[in-house]
């Protein structure tokens, strides 16, 4: 029997997933960290991108993340995501949306703190516009 190590994916929002992985790949601040069952136990900070769970049957399942922070003990992942999407509520029209906006506020920045929150803004809508890409591209 192959080993699995049990995740679950919570958000603002409220629960977005919980099952079995065989593996985990987070977009974790320094780069992509994989996830293995029995991993040694982790606490690090997630950054706006795609979040993959690989299932046993071997497909992986695709969320986003728009930053947060994961916590990993021997048999169990804990995303505690700032705002997450499932792929199959990717919605390709909003995410454009938001990145426009986002730049928009990038351009009427008045201060350093206007300034860092729409560079923060635009971070999330621009790794959200790429992953609903990404997703769309797989399904067609």
């Known amino acids: ?25 987070a977009p974790a601040k320094m780069g ?13 900070s997630l950054k706006p991108g795609t979040l993959r769970v ?7 399942l695709a969320f986003f993340v728009g930053g947060g922070i994961l916590e990993v003990q021997p048999h169990l992942v804990t995303v505690l995501a700032d705002t997450a999407l499932r ?10 949306k938001a990145k426009q906006t986002a730049e928009e506020k990038l351009g009427k920045a008045a201060g350093p703190l206007d300034l860092a929150k729409a560079q923060n803004e635009l971070v999330e809508a621009a790794a959200r516009l790429e992953f609903v890409q990404k997703i769309n591209k797989i399904t067609r």
């Open 1 to 25: 029997m192959m080993s699995a190590i049990h995740v679950d994916i919570v958000s603002a929002e409220g629960h977005i997933h919980s099952g079995e992985a065989t593996m985990i790949f």
């Open 54 to 60: 690989q299932q046993a049957d071997g497909t992986e």
């Open 32 to 44: 992509e960290l994989g996830i293995a069952p029995r991993h040694a136990p982790l606490l690090t």
């Open 87 to 96: 792929a199959k509520d990717a919605d390709e029209n909003a995410a454009l």
